[in-house]
């Protein structure tokens, strides 16, 4: 039997980030929440290795505002160095 989850590990201390509303927006709190975000990842797909979990769903708000207008920030080059990380 394979074991999968979707989005949430309860094992683990890592929660996403507080929400993060676009009346909130800033670029300092963009990069905050993004950080805390893949480092949060990171710790959940060492976990799911470790675990021989093979399935993990990501959650959707993993980058808040991808696709609105008010994302003018370069999260990919920004991040590169993390996202690398994340490629076990």
């Not at 507080?18 to 670029?27: C, G, L, V, W």
């Not at 990842?41 to 993990?56: G, P, S, V």
């Not at 769903?57 to 996202?83: A, T, Y």
Request: hydrophobic fraction near 40%.
């Amino acid at each position: 039997m394979k074991i999968v989850y979707a989005c949430i590990n309860q094992s683990l201390k890592c929660k996403k980030t507080n929400t993060f509303r676009i009346k909130n927006y800033s670029q300092e709190r963009l990069i905050e929440v993004i950080k805390g975000n893949l480092e949060c990842l990171f710790k959940i797909l060492e976990f799911n290795i470790a675990n021989h979990i093979h399935f993990f769903r990501i959650r959707s708000d993993l980058i808040p505002f991808v696709s609105r207008s008010i994302m003018d920030f370069d999260w990919q080059d920004h991040f590169e160095s993390i996202f690398n990380k994340l490629t076990f």
